[in-house]
């Protein structure tokens, strides 16, 4: 009854059972066998890339823009440890991906044999769980497992070591439902009387605010349904962090704006002086408290996460809830509805007068120039004529990211994907390419800096293999412009080594990839260089020369409170002092 | 950072708080955490303790269930009320971990520990070393003319005291379990 397979066979019978469509992935030595089987299929597309870590961004990119599980498959030794910062990147924001690896034989591991690295060992701080597997008849219920932890609960990047000798051997297949439960069941449903508690404080609440996360969008789409249905019901004004853009949309009318260290004066004022504080699926990350032991002071808190481990880490709440998103504002919505929908209208009212006159100090106003383009601007543009498309962005590093997620709007969830928690330049290319494959007719575009972009750029290569027509728009200032933009605050404007030197011809480069390349630096050419891009049906590499020396703004300096930004006009020379220098 | 003048967290009006969670002292606490005995699942918890910057100050570990498979771990850590809460959330959510357990808090506990000491010397020295191991009830286990091997049990303390004393008697080698602890009662 249980059928007999090679090990390679029962990889990919395995990733069928569990509804793959596509794997990227880069072969090698130790992944063959596994290869000889995509060879002889036809189900699960496998899209090769040009370098590992670019399988694992775009996998990523394929997962949140889709909500399901990304894979990868690479070869040993040096296709894992390329694959090491995209799982640290996924770990950090909570992506769920399958990164299944070759090893060598069995009877070699431990020989320093050709392309052996201790794959488990190295993965195992920047993976949930990961698996060597020495036994082809546990190979299945393994690769189920891996699936299970992927995206059960907080979900994150799992790995599953293959050494060849287990791919080539014949044992049993085990299929999806004769695996055993795993013991790994993160509670779903929130406690009763924790949320009843949120519920009568928030009818009291005079200040009420929403900060909302990553995890919302994790949730899935009906978590951001009733995210908006809480806010827009009660009156209590949203913000969001970086990872949580879209869950409620920016058009939606209690909508504040990113918060954080690149967030809105609104956001960030009404963070420091609420009186009521709904977190919702986000972590307090120091991007996002700045100094903690000024972190709104007066307010009372409450934290839902599914991860328990993000509670009371950084910031300690009164009443922590733990569960899925989409369990308990389900059952927020409904105890608040039973008690009658009550809120302190009058209080909110002054409120939200309050957040007004914060919004009227219009804190992403910028410089304009019909000379230059700025790099607002070019922003603002790309947002006027692609909001009415079925829009996918991705970003890469660097003060690009940040004026993307000021001067973009999501209306709803999966549209954004960035990298948040780690940080990582040349994030934005491949996993633009991720998010085109899942959405072939989607508009997806990289908002890219020059150096950034640098850092994955042989994946053009993979565009025009797959002619994944994504928009790689560079806003091109020949700087290092987050990196220049600390010096200018911290080290006394000496610029060292963050310039962009012998930057490629973008255009030439373009075209020697079988891409288009479209070049403008004036601003009053900017719409048709832009329309020109969008009308053209293929890969499209944008260099946007910008002002080179724009400083993002408002900006909460390291070590600084909610309520000391620093705003455009402000002295900035040297502006980040004290403690704040040695935090990054 | 002075956690009384902070409103937050140490307010009586919250429900949810059984002690101040922001205190600043250094507590010792015993855990006692149920593993899977796969491979690699101890250098997973320690890496956690590593990684994180928290503190081990013993750790003991055997498999105790043959047929599930299941390791029992014994750890000694020390930190803030805060930071103990964080290493039992961030164990409790790694994925062979099926159980973790604060002993310290959650009631009466018994701990014990392991030691053998190799004492040399003749004479005076010698007897003494014999008549402290009387009143420790530490069990001779190997002797030479010239030496003894003492193996004792007790609390980590006991062992240290009787570490102490045996020291200017000869005491030349030592080797320690670490500590085993479990909850009393049913
Ligand atoms: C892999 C990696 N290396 C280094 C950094 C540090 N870093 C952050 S932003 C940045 C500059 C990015 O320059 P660019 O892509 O041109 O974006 P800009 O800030 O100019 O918009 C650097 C070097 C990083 N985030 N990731
Ligand atoms: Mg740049």
Same mark, same amino acid.
Not at chain 1, 325 to 331: F, Q, Y
Not at chain 1, 561 to 568: P, Y
Not at chain 2, 102 to 105: A, P, Q, S, W
């Given at each position: 009854?249980?059928?007999?397979?090679?090990?390679?066979?029962?990889? %990919?019978?395995?990733?069928? #059972?569990?509804?793959?469509?596509? %794997?990227?992935?880069?072969?090698?030595?130790a992944?063959?066998? /596994?290869?000889?089987?995509? *060879?002889?299929?036809?189900?699960?597309?496998h899209i090769?890339?040009?370098?590992?870590?670019?399988?694992?961004?775009?996998?990523?990119?394929?997962?949140?823009?889709?909500? @399901?599980?990304?894979?990868?498959?690479?070869?040993?030794?040096?296709?894992?440890? &390329?694959? %090491?910062?995209?799982m640290?990147?996924?770990l950090m924001d909570?992506?769920?991906?399958i990164v299944?690896?070759?090893?060598?034989?069995t009877?070699?591991?431990?020989? #320093?044999?050709?392309q052996?690295?201790?794959t488990?060992?190295?993965?195992?701080?920047?993976?949930?769980?990961?698996?060597?597997?020495?036994?082809?008849?546990?190979?299945?219920?393994?690769i189920?497992?891996?699936?299970?932890?992927?995206?059960?609960?907080?979900?994150?990047?799992?790995?599953?070591?293959?050494?060849?000798?287990?791919?080539?051997?014949?044992?049993?297949?085990t299929?999806?439902?004769?695996t055993k439960?795993?013991h790994?069941?993160?509670?779903?449903?929130?406690?009763i009387?924790?949320?009843t508690k949120?519920?009568?404080?928030?009818?009291?609440?005079?200040?009420?605010i929403i900060y909302?996360?990553?995890?919302v969008?994790?949730?899935g789409?009906?978590?951001?349904?009733?995210l908006?249905?809480?806010?827009?019901a009660?009156?209590?004004?949203?913000?969001?962090?970086?990872?949580?853009?879209?869950a409620?949309?920016?058009?939606g009318?209690?909508?504040?704006?990113?918060?954080?260290?690149?967030?809105?004066y609104?956001?960030?004022?009404?963070?420091h002086?609420?009186?009521y504080?709904?977190c919702v699926?986000?972590?307090?990350?120091?991007?996002?408290t700045?100094?903690?032991?000024a972190?709104?002071?007066n307010?009372?808190?409450?934290?839902i996460?599914?991860?328990?481990?993000?509670i009371?880490k950084?910031?300690?709440?009164?009443?922590? /809830?733990?569960?899925d998103?989409?369990?308990?504002?389900?059952?927020m919505? @409904?105890?608040?509805?039973?008690?009658?929908?009550?809120?302190?209208?009058?209080?909110?009212?002054?409120?939200?007068?309050?957040?007004?006159?914060?919004r009227?100090?219009?804190?992403?106003?910028?410089?304009?120039?019909?000379?230059?383009?700025?790099?607002?601007?070019?922003?603002?543009?790309?947002?006027?004529?692609?909001?009415?498309?079925?829009?996918?962005?991705?970003?890469?590093?660097?003060?690009?990211?940040?004026?993307?997620?000021?001067? !973009? +709007?999501?209306?709803?969830?999966?549209?954004?994907?960035t990298?948040g928690?780690?940080?990582?330049?040349?994030?934005?290319t491949p996993?633009?390419?991720g998010?085109q494959?899942?959405?072939?007719?989607?508009?997806?575009?990289?908002?890219?800096?020059?150096?950034?972009? !640098?850092m994955n750029m042989?994946?053009?290569?993979?565009?025009?293999?797959? &002619?994944?027509?994504?928009?790689?728009?560079?806003?091109n200032?020949?700087?290092?412009?987050?990196?220049?933009?600390?010096?200018?605050?911290?080290h006394?404007?000496?610029?060292?080594?963050?310039?962009?030197?012998?930057?490629?011809? *973008?255009?030439?480069?373009?075209?020697?990839?079988g891409?288009?390349?479209?070049?403008?630096?004036?601003?009053?050419?900017?719409?048709?260089?832009i329309?020109?891009?969008?009308?053209?049906?293929?890969?499209?590499?944008?260099?946007?020369?910008?002002?080179?020396?724009?400083?993002?703004?408002?900006?909460?300096?390291?070590?600084a409170?909610?309520?000391?930004? /620093?705003?455009?006009e402000?002295?900035?020379?040297?502006? /980040?002092?004290?403690?704040?220098?040695?935090?990054? | 950072?002075?956690?009384?003048?902070l409103?937050?967290?140490?307010s009586?009006?919250?429900?949810?708080?059984? @002690?101040?969670?922001?205190?600043?002292?250094i507590?010792?606490?015993?855990?006692?955490v149920?593993?899977?005995?796969?491979?690699?699942?101890?250098?997973r918890?320690?890496?956690?303790? +590593?990684?994180?910057?928290?503190?081990?100050?013993?750790?003991?570990?055997?498999?105790?269930?043959?047929?599930?498979?299941?390791?029992?771990?014994?750890i000694?850590?020390?930190?803030?009320?805060?930071?103990?809460?964080?290493?039992?959330?961030?164990?409790?959510?790694?994925?062979?971990?099926?159980?973790?357990h604060?002993?310290?808090?959650e009631?009466?506990s018994?701990?014990?520990?392991l030691?053998m000491?190799?004492v040399?010397?003749?004479?005076?020295?010698?007897?003494?070393?014999?008549?402290?191991?009387d009143? *420790?009830?530490?069990?001779?286990?190997?002797?030479?003319?010239?030496?003894?091997?003492?193996?004792? =049990?007790?609390?980590?303390?006991k062992i240290?005291?009787?570490?102490?004393?045996?020291?200017?008697?000869?005491?030349?080698d030592?080797?320690? =379990?670490?500590?085993?602890?479990?909850?009393?009662g049913?």
């Open positions: 009854m249980t059928r007999q397979m090679t090990g390679a066979q029962i990889v %990919v019978q395995a990733l069928k #059972d569990q509804g793959v469509d596509t %794997v990227f992935g880069y072969p090698g030595g992944v063959l066998p /596994i290869y000889d089987e995509i *060879f002889l299929q036809n189900e699960i597309r090769i890339v040009r370098h590992e870590q670019a399988a694992t961004h775009a996998a990523e990119g394929y997962a949140r823009s889709t909500g @399901k599980p990304g894979v990868v498959l690479v070869t040993s030794g040096p296709g894992a440890t &390329n694959a %090491v910062t995209g640290t990147d996924a909570s992506i769920p991906m299944l690896t070759g090893q060598v034989p009877f070699m591991i431990g020989n #320093d044999a050709f052996e690295a201790d488990i060992g190295i993965t195992r701080p920047c993976t949930k769980h990961n698996w060597l597997v020495k036994d082809t008849d546990i190979l299945a219920e393994t189920h497992q891996a699936f299970h932890v992927a995206t059960s609960g907080r979900p994150g990047p799992v790995l599953v070591d293959i050494p060849k000798d287990v791919q080539f051997a014949t044992g049993s297949y299929p999806l439902n004769k439960v795993s790994y069941q993160p509670r779903v449903k929130g406690d009387d924790a949320i949120a519920v009568e404080m928030l009818e009291k609440a005079k200040r009420p909302s996360g990553g995890g969008i994790n949730s789409v009906g978590a951001s349904q009733l908006r249905e809480l806010s827009d009660t009156g209590a004004p949203i913000t969001s962090t970086l990872m949580g853009l879209g409620y949309p920016a058009s009318k209690n909508w504040l704006g990113m918060l954080g260290m690149h967030g809105t609104e956001a960030n004022m009404a963070m002086d609420c009186d504080m709904l699926g986000a972590r307090f990350d120091d991007r996002i700045g100094r903690t032991d972190f709104s002071p307010s009372f808190k409450i934290h996460d599914i991860d328990p481990s993000s009371n950084i910031i300690h709440v009164d009443v922590p /809830i733990v569960g998103i989409g369990h308990v504002l389900e059952d919505l @409904k105890i608040w509805k039973s008690r009658g929908r009550k809120t302190n209208a009058p209080a909110i009212a002054k409120w939200t007068a309050k957040i007004d006159d914060w009227a100090v219009e804190c992403l106003t910028y410089k304009p120039s019909d000379t230059v383009i700025k790099p607002q601007y070019a922003l603002e543009r790309l947002e006027a004529l692609t909001k009415d498309h079925d829009r996918y962005i991705t970003t890469e590093v660097g003060q690009h990211q940040m004026w993307a997620a000021q001067y !973009l +709007s999501f209306e709803g969830p999966h549209r954004w994907m990298s928690g780690l940080g990582t330049m040349g994030y934005g996993a633009s390419m998010v494959i899942a959405h072939p007719d989607a508009l997806v575009i990289n908002v890219a800096g020059e150096a950034s972009w !640098l042989q994946e053009m290569g993979t565009a025009t293999q797959y &002619n994944l027509k994504t928009k790689q728009f560079i806003l200032n020949e700087r290092l412009g987050m990196v220049r933009q600390w010096q200018e605050l911290l006394g404007s000496r610029y060292s080594h963050s310039w962009s030197e012998s930057l490629p011809d *973008f255009v030439k480069l373009a075209e020697a990839f891409a288009k390349g479209i070049r403008c630096a004036d601003p009053a050419d900017l719409d048709d260089a329309m020109e891009m969008l009308n053209h049906d293929g890969p499209v590499i944008f260099d946007c020369l910008v002002e080179k020396h724009e400083n993002c703004f408002p900006m909460i300096p390291s070590g409170a909610h309520n000391e930004m /620093i705003m455009g402000d002295k900035t020379e040297d502006a /980040i002092t004290g403690a704040g220098g040695a935090l990054v | 950072m002075n956690a009384l003048s409103k937050k967290g140490a009586k009006k919250s429900a949810y708080d059984l @002690k101040n969670p922001l205190g600043d002292t507590e010792t606490h015993t855990l006692t149920i593993v899977d005995n796969e491979a690699g699942v101890l250098a918890v320690i890496g956690l303790f +590593s990684g994180r910057g928290y503190n081990i100050d013993s750790l003991t570990v055997a498999e105790t269930d043959h047929e599930g498979h299941l390791s029992r771990v014994t000694v850590t020390t930190g803030t009320p805060a930071v103990i809460e964080q290493i039992k959330a961030q164990l409790d959510r790694m994925v062979p971990i099926h159980s973790v604060d002993l310290t808090v009631g009466p018994v701990e014990r520990e030691a000491l190799k040399t010397g003749t004479g005076e020295k010698r007897v003494e070393a014999m008549r402290l191991a009143i *420790f009830r530490a069990n001779v286990v190997d002797t030479t003319l010239e030496s003894f091997v003492f193996e004792i =049990t007790g609390t980590p303390e240290d005291a009787f570490i102490e004393l045996v020291r200017p008697l000869g005491l030349t030592l080797a320690r =379990t670490g500590v085993a602890a479990l909850a009393r049913v």
